[in-house]
């Protein structure tokens, strides 16, 4: 979760080689915990990993954004779909706090604040996806890698990109209350082709600079 954490965020941008040696230095671990992780990243999409040697932070394509965005689409509005008929009053309520929670860091100007923004918008998605019930479901999601570009659109469009996500956040929690799957579907189809569509606006030099996502 740290690598992670670091690479979505953009900290560690595109093309830094991650060296299982000096990673166990830092961390006070072992090469193996290490060599998981970055195994483990590899599948997720975030990095070339070679045994043994380390890995390297993938540089994203155009084209590899837009498929990865509409995998994640297909998936994740099946999965709101699904939520709608089965979620409880007790993770609505989840929903609505993160919603809240999101709202305190729509204005951040910090780098601080922009992650945490991405990490409560990152809940609110896993929450959702958890809640359709779906087990084979649920893993292709979290298989899917999330786009680190999504960070620098959030610095770049300040408030009003993340005012305008937050508001699709709130169109799809009254979805889920409705319990009609198909509205929930569709908001939330809307919602991931929206923030697509907003990283989409960078032309091929700008997804190679340095780089959390509806």
């Known amino acids: 979760m740290y690598l992670r954490r670091r690479i979505l965020s953009g900290e560690i941008p595109a093309r830094t080689v991650l060296r299982e040696q000096s990673l166990a230095d830092e961390l006070g671990l072992s090469r193996t915990p290490v060599r998981e992780a970055l195994r483990r990243l590899d599948e997720a999409g975030l990095v070339d990993f070679t045994p043994n040697r380390g890995a390297t932070v993938v540089s994203w394509t155009q084209e590899q954004v837009r498929d990865t965005y509409c995998l994640r689409a297909g998936l994740e509005s099946r999965a709101a779909g699904l939520a709608a008929t089965r979620i409880s009053d007790e ?18 100007g910090d780098d601080e604040g922009v992650t945490r923004l ?70 939330m189809l809307a919602h991931i082709l929206g923030a697509r569509n907003a990283i989409m606006d960078w032309d091929g030099s700008d997804l190679d600079a340095d780089r959390d996502a509806a």
């Open 118 to 187: 991405g990490e409560l918008n990152a809940e609110f998605h896993h929450t959702i996806v958890a809640a359709s019930g779906n087990q084979p479901l649920i893993q292709l999601t979290g298989s899917v890698g999330r786009i680190p570009m999504m960070a620098r659109v959030f610095r770049r469009d300040g408030g009003r990109f993340r005012a305008s996500s937050n508001h699709h956040h709130r169109d799809i929690l009254t979805a889920l209350r409705s319990h009609d799957a198909l509205w929930a579907e569709a908001a």
């Open 91 to 108: 993770t609505l309520g989840q929903l609505a706090e993160l919603i809240v929670s999101m709202d305190e860091f729509v204005l951040a």
